[in-house]
Each structure stands twice: as C-alpha cells, then as structure tokens.
C-alpha cells in the first residue's frame, strides 16, 4: 500500500516562477520525505520533515506538514529549467520504512 | 565518496532464466531495500532488511528472492523471470537508527527486460 499520494500528477509552470506539490498520507507518520528524480536515475533526497515540525526550509525549498490533514506541501521557488524532474513524497510511519507516492512530474519551460 | 552501487546498469533477458543484480553500499547502513518503478505507479516495495540476515517482504514480493549475508550488500534474484518483471529496479539503503539521518541514498537503477 503506498503511504504517500502527490497532487498534482503533472505539473508545467514558466522559469522563474513557483511550483507547489501537495502530497497526502493514511496514517499518522514520524517523518516525511521529499526526493527528487531527473529522468531515469536513482532518486535524491531534497528534505525531510519530522512529524512535530510544521515548516522547513533548505535554499529554494519549502517544506510544510499538516498533521491533522495528513498532508505535506514542497514549494519550490524561483523555478529553473534545471529544476525540470519528477518529486517524491515518502512517509515513514511506526516502522520508519518509508513508503513512497507516485510522484508529480514537473517541467520547468526556459 | 558514499554510494549505493547497483549492477548492472542494462539487463535483458528471456523468461525463465534465472538472474541476479547485484546491489552494495559502502555506508555501514543497516537498512536496505529494492523497489521496482513502472510508469503511472511510482516506487513500490519489493524486499528489505532491517540488518544481516534479517529480510522482510514489500509490497510485491512474488517471482522475488534476496539475501543479507553481509551489511554492505543485498542482491536481488529473480529465479524464474517473466516479462511482467520488466521494470526499472532500484537499490537504495539508510541508518535505521531512530532519530538519526534517516534518508535513502539510491542506486542508480537497474533497466530489466524480460523478452
């Protein structure tokens, strides 16, 4: 069963502007994760975000979690063309085994 | 440098022949696990162990072996493979210690084709 939905499946935004990615999870977690893809390679951890933290931020990302709505939130601001990939949210429960969404798929147009 | 290393890289094959990808980390990481990515259904859980000689089934475990007999590595067998195995396979492994630096490091994936 996958922990983590991401919403939306795909999204196509301009360089320079900013990309939000939603993800949604079942049950109550200890942590969340944010990896990224470039297509085809192993994924990247971006950010992780602890269950009793609400916002986190590492250079032009912005992590938020909702634990009451079960969801988590990636901004990434001032998009690039490099930013151009596909995003993971990955929720690790009792267990710490994280459990990934199927991911957001995002083009960044030059 | 810290890595997982995953081979190989490109893999064809035709059913039934047994096959092995081989998959080591050089961070004395407890935590090691496969995943198999197919379009539309995102990262899925094949098989992982939480240390030497302990593995545990996934999400999709069936036409799937693996082994711990060493920390640093954990192959992935597929003793009879079927087409419906054709899929992009990674190996990825973290601390498990809790409230330590949980993160995954990933291979850079296996392609495997099974004709």
């Known amino acids: 069963s996958q922990q983590g939905e991401e919403d939306p499946q795909a999204l196509s935004i301009q360089e320079g502007e900013n990309a939000t990615m939603n993800c949604s999870y079942k049950?109550?977690?200890?942590?969340l994760q944010w990896y990224r893809q470039n297509s085809g390679r192993g994924l990247v951890h971006l950010i992780l975000i602890r269950s009793n933290e609400r916002e986190k931020h590492s250079g032009r990302l912005r992590v938020t979690l909702d634990t009451s709505k079960k969801s988590s939130s990636l901004l990434i601001t001032a998009s690039r063309a490099a930013d151009t990939a596909s995003y993971f949210c990955?929720?690790?429960?009792?267990?710490?085994?994280?459990?990934f969404g199927r991911g957001t798929s995002l083009i960044v147009h030059p | 440098e810290a890595q997982v290393t995953q081979n190989p890289r490109y893999l064809i094959t035709v059913t039934g022949k047994k096959l092995t990808v081989t998959c080591s980390q050089n961070m004395n990481h407890e935590y090691m696990s496969w995943y198999r990515q197919d379009p539309g259904l995102g990262l899925r859980q094949i098989y992982y162990s939480m240390n030497v000689e302990v593995t545990d089934k996934g999400d999709v475990p069936e036409g799937y072996k693996v082994s711990r007999k060493e920390k640093r590595n954990f192959p992935l067998i597929l003793e009879s493979p079927s087409p419906n195995q054709t899929s992009l396979y990674f190996c990825a492994s973290s601390s498990n210690r809790v409230w330590a630096n949980e993160k995954l490091f990933f291979g850079s994936g296996t392609q495997l084709s099974v004709l």
């Open positions: 049950t109550s977690i200890n942590n």
């Open positions: 990955a929720a690790s429960g009792g267990s710490y085994i994280p459990t």
